[in-house]
């Protein structure tokens, strides 16, 4: 590569239910962050922001109504749909381009406002088969937990204490939306949503507004005397239709084959010191865990027993409470990066992981079941 | 505007309108449902046959024009009972979804496991298992439409 591209700093909204408005709320995580790094409006190059405007924020073509408060206001910009790490490595690749030297990452969601992610994801769906249906992001993670169980043996207990690790994480983050100390027995107790889904195995809906600001080398050497450097990115995409994908084995492994090989990851369990997962159904966590090369597959179960993801184990998973503590939809996967971030400058406060974090790893997913995945690593 | 917090709240509703062109593969598709038939497609490069019946194979990228009159029996590959409802839910629950293996296929049909009581969550997970064999049962009227099967329920 040419020049490196550094992240200067970050800013975010925690994730419960505020009163306030919508771009007061973009304009003062966007003013906090170019603060924090100590620039002005003008110095930013070029902003990316990552929305899904329609059914998250009951408004279309929205990038437009939230540009003044993202300061992007006469600047070269642009808004990506989806999995919002995408907007990430398109505002990396804008700075390796040559063309900015500083570029702001926007992630904006507004969870308290749209209705249950359910009514939402339904229309995910193609209007002559799947909808007519009733698919939706909770049936189709119910189907891939039957899956799941049913092949390895991966028990209810094992899908519960991904519930119990991320709240209990959680608890130490200012920023996290649902905060309960919880065990195994509260988890398999709470009210079956989708069998074998429990309710507090299912991400709640959140807020969540994140600034992401990057900069070239030199910029982000003089911004900060700790910038957290760009490694690598993969992402990848599984078939629409449900029933043309093997929920198994999905897209994820490839995804992190490609981050792994830009960074020159050869041993994930050994060289990643932290990793931030998109878990928006517990289950998901011990499958993530198998693609990401944590563990072999179908071991999931026996990574979670074995308390390595835990916040003093080998691989810390989801320091932050993960998604089922905040899921702001939309932004979710750059509140994963926003925190790898923190991890890797050792400014995580409480939740900060008892060893040096040289290499993080941030992971997105979106549509169903993990039909699209990104994987994002930071370091040192 | 509502007086609910400190700060007022707007309650906003958007209902629109759309027409949205089937196109010949899911017209042809959903005629054969009207006679009681389900089309898939082959691929003639990875020989996958694939239902619903679609114009191109994703893996292979070329054209599907092989139709193929497939199976109404075939086995679960996994389901889950959905027993809560939201707004704009065209199917009223309770309702089991199902990816469902049809016999001599290379995909996984979604629709709903059905034929019994389905008010008892406990009688539904004693009932119905991955790996159990499944047959559609038509609904009398045609609409050329994906519930023109009613479901699939459980071979004796």
């Known amino acids: 590569m040419a020049t490196r591209v550094g992240i200067v700093d970050i800013a975010m909204t925690p994730g419960a239910e505020s009163k306030d408005n919508f771009l007061d709320q973009v304009y003062k995580v966007t003013k906090e962050v170019l603060d924090k790094a100590g620039i002005k409006r003008a110095d930013v190059g070029t902003v990316i922001s990552a929305a899904s405007d329609v059914f998250h924020g009951g408004m279309s073509c929205a990038n437009s109504y939230y540009w003044d408060a993202g300061g992007a206001f006469l ?13 990430f490595i398109y505002a990396v690749m804008r700075i390796l381009s040559g063309s900015f030297d500083t570029a702001l990452v926007l992630g904006v969601c507004k ?69 309960k100390r919880v065990d195994v027995d509260d988890v398999l107790n709470s009210e079956t949503v989708l069998y074998p889904l429990k309710q507090m195995e299912c991400a709640p809906k959140s807020e969540g507004i994140v600034a992401i600001l990057l900069a070239k080398e030199d910029v982000a050497k003089r911004l900060t005397n700790k910038p957290v450097w760009f490694k690598g990115y993969g992402s990848s995409m599984d078939a629409f239709y449900l029933g043309d994908r093997d929920l198994l084995d999905g897209q994820l492994k490839q995804a992190a084959k490609r981050a792994y090989d830009m960074a020159g990851v050869s041993n994930p369990k050994k060289e990643i010191d ?107 | 505007m509502e007086k ?64 193929i009159e497939i199976s109404q029996e075939g086995s679960i590959v996994s389901w889950a009972l959905t027993e809560y409802e939201y707004y704009g839910m065209p199917t009223k629950p309770p309702f089991i979804g199902a990816l469902i293996r049809l016999d001599g296929t290379d995909s996984n049909f979604l629709h709903l496991i059905g034929g019994f009581d389905l008010s008892d969550p406990e009688f539904v997970r004693k009932t119905v298992k991955n790996g159990m064999k499944v047959r559609a049962v038509w609904n009398k009227e045609k609409k050329g439409h994906i519930m023109d099967i009613k479901y699939f329920e459980p071979v004796k």
Not at chain 1, 75 to 87: I, T, V
Not at chain 1, 322 to 331: D, F, K
């Open chain 1, 111 to 179: 969870g308290s406002e749209n209705p249950e992610n359910d009514m939402l994801t339904h229309f995910f769906t193609d209007p002559f088969y799947q909808r007519q249906v009733g698919l939706n992001e909770t049936v189709a993670a119910a189907l891939q937990m039957r899956e799941y169980m049913d092949k390895y043996g991966i028990t209810g207990e094992q899908c519960a204490k991904v519930v119990v690790k991320n709240l209990g994480n959680a608890l130490r983050n200012p920023y996290a939306h649902i905060k």
């Open chain 1, 274 to 380: 932290v990793a931030e997962v998109c878990e928006p159904y517990a289950f998901q966590e011990l499958l993530w865990y198998e693609d990401l090369g944590f563990c072999a597959p179908g071991e999931g179960g026996k990574l979670i027993d074995s308390a390595a993801t835990n916040m003093d184990g080998n691989i810390p998973v989801n320091p932050s409470g993960g998604v089922l503590a905040t899921n702001p939809y939309v932004s979710r996967g750059l509140y994963r990066l926003a925190e790898a971030f923190l991890q890797v400058q050792g400014k995580a406060g409480e939740r900060q992981i008892d060893k040096k974090v040289n290499t993080a790893l941030a992971h997105g997913t979106h549509g169903f079941a993990g039909q699209c995945h990104a994987v994002a690593i930071i370091g040192n």
């Open chain 2, 4 to 67: 609910k917090s400190e700060y007022d709240i707007l309650t906003d509703k958007v209902a629109i309108p759309y027409e949205i062109a089937a196109g010949p593969t899911w017209t042809r598709f959903f005629e054969g449902f009207r006679q009681e038939k389900i089309y898939g497609t082959r691929c003639r490069k990875c020989k996958r046959v694939l239902v619903p019946a679609r114009s191109f194979c994703p893996r292979c990228f070329v054209d599907t024009d092989e139709w």
């Open chain 1, 75 to 87: 600047k070269n910009g642009s808004r990506q749909d989806g999995e919002s790490l995408f907007a």
